[in-house]
């Protein structure tokens, strides 16, 4: 995607963040934090502007010329073809289909271990941070991605390999083949 198109910047490593910037829960507060040890990075955020108080945390960490809000888009995966990865710390997501469109468009991931699609992570698309307010953590692996642009095209690779797996037809042939085996064990008599 191109990105002045968009309103991003031009050869900059690019960073994306999507979801609810109105409240900690996606936890940005913890990658703008981060980003202020990763200077050369830039981050769009996708989100409602509207009674966020991120705007403003971003201007007092003297990062607002390199974190750039978005807004709500109904274009995210155009800004997913645009940017170098996904950001996603959340603090508490059951399972955010950001990461599987992410994995899709082939976008190497950091994520944390409070999201459940982190299950579904390994290291070699990308890296899950143990604890969603680890900046140290999370600033080691923004540098490590945007520092190795090989491990930037394997980890896009496994990504994009991986969910594959997470077709709607593999999806719905899996929870026909439970739905299947359900309805057999009751028709033998076990209990599932």
Known sequence: EDRAALGLPLNRPL?????????GRKNLETTLKAM?????????????????????????????????????????PQLMRAVDLLVFPSRYDPFGLVILEAMASGL?????????????????MGV????????D??????????????????????ARVKAENF??????????????KIVADRQAGTAV
Do not use: C
């Open 15 to 23: 960073a994306l963040f999507v979801g609810d910037i109105r409240t």
């Open 36 to 76: 202020v040890g990763v200077p050369e990075l830039h981050l769009a955020v996708a989100g409602a502007v509207a009674r966020s108080p991120f705007p403003a945390m971003a201007e007092g960490l003297g990062i607002a010329s390199r974190v750039h809000f978005l807004d709500l888009r109904r274009d995210i």
């Open 108 to 124: 190497p991931i950091i994520t944390a271990a409070t999201t459940g699609a982190s299950e579904v992570m390994n290291d070699e």
């Open 128 to 135: 899950v941070i143990q604890d969603p307010n680890d900046v």
């Open 137 to 158: 953590g999370l600033k080691a692996a923004l540098v490590m991605i945007i520092s190795d642009p090989s491990y930037r095209a394997r980890a896009s690779h496994a």
């Open 167 to 180: 077709s709607w037809t593999k999806m719905a042939e899996s929870y026909l083949q439970l739905f299947e």
